[in-house]
Nanobody
C-alpha cells in the first residue's frame, strides 16, 4: 500500500506560480512512476504530467507543456509539479498518482494509488 499526500495548492492570480508537492509513504518510492492529474466538477480527470521511476523521462499533457514541470526527489519520497504562468482555466483539484511500473503512465486507469487532491484556484 502506498499513501500519497498532496500539498501546495491555494488561491493565486493569473500569471503567478505555484509548486505542488506529493509526499509518499508505505513502499519504495523509487519503484513508482508518478503522475499529476486535475479535475473540475462535471468533467473527466485530465492528465497533467508524469515522470518515470528513474526521473529521467517525463511526459506532459497539452495544457501543461511549456508552463509546468514535474520532478521527483527520491531522498524526500516526493514528486513536485512546478506551475508557472497560471491561467484561470488551470483552476481544478490536482491529484497525485502512483504506479509500480517501468513505463510512463498517462491515463487515470494506469495508476494504482491516488492522493486526496489539493485545490488550485487561479483568479483573473
Amino acid at each position: 500500500q502506498v499513501q500519497l499526500v498532496e500539498s501546495g495548492g491555494g488561491l493565486v492570480q493569473a500569471g503567478d506560480s505555484l509548486r505542488l508537492s506529493c509526499t509518499t509513504s508505505g513502499r519504495t518510492f523509487a519503484n513508482y512512476a508518478m503522475g499529476w492529474f486535475r479535475q473540475v466538477p462535471g468533467k473527466e480527470r485530465e492528465f497533467v504530467a508524469s515522470v518515470d521511476k528513474s526521473g529521467r523521462s517525463t511526459f506532459y499533457g497539452d495544457s501543461a507543456k511549456g508552463r509546468f514541470t514535474i520532478s521527483r526527489d527520491s531522498a524526500k519520497n516526493t514528486v513536485y509539479l512546478q506551475m508557472n504562468s497560471l491561467k484561470p482555466e488551470d483552476t481544478a483539484v490536482y491529484y497525485c498518482a502512483a504506479r509500480s511500473t517501468s513505463i510512463l503512465p498517462r491515463i487515470p486507469d494506469d495508476y494504482t494509488y491516488w492522493g486526496q487532491g489539493t485545490q488550485v484556484t487561479v483568479s483573473s
